[in-house]
């Protein structure tokens, strides 16, 4: 997972030891290693996902009554601490079919999440460096058979 996403569930499960980390994305594996690793599309947790239910479902179900000022203020922070879906990798050209188009940007997003956790764990001295560094040189070349195999 991207450091921002981690950032952002960080506080919730260092206040409670109980609440569970949710990780959604796409799965890879490493032939070379026989490892297998997950890129973090979105990132929660329980506690998480269960408070933006709840302050999700009275703007659902009923109609506001009265002046309720604080639900604004609720709904800004939900969306401040819930993980970002942007896609920061580039756009794929719409000629490659929309298989291997779903594909290329799953690449783009897993090696942008590994730049940035290499960097992470370089700056901390984190162990597991080269290993990240493998899984994103695996990726690289996936990107680069695609692109080769549709003349990008």
Request: charged residues 30%; hydrophobic residues 35%; glycine residues 6%.
């Amino acid at each position: 997972m991207g450091l921002r996403q981690w950032e952002a569930v960080e506080e919730s499960l260092a206040k409670s030891k109980s609440d569970r980390l949710i990780v959604e994305g796409g799965l890879h594996f490493d032939q070379e290693t026989g490892t297998l690793a997950i890129f973090a599309r979105s990132v929660t947790t329980r506690n998480m996902a269960k408070i933006a239910r709840k302050e999700a479902q009275p703007r659902q179900d009923t109609p506001a009554k009265g002046n309720n000022k604080k639900a604004p203020k609720k709904q800004a922070e939900a969306e401040k601490s819930a993980p970002s879906l942007a896609p920061v990798q580039p756009a794929v050209d719409e000629s490659v079919p929309m298989g291997m188009r779903e594909k290329l940007t799953q690449l783009y997003s897993a090696a942008d999440t590994l730049r940035e956790r290499i960097q992470s764990m370089e700056k901390k001295g984190q162990p597991g460096v080269a290993m990240t560094k493998k899984l994103l040189q695996t990726t690289e070349a996936q990107i680069e058979a695609l692109e080769k195999q549709f003349g990008k």
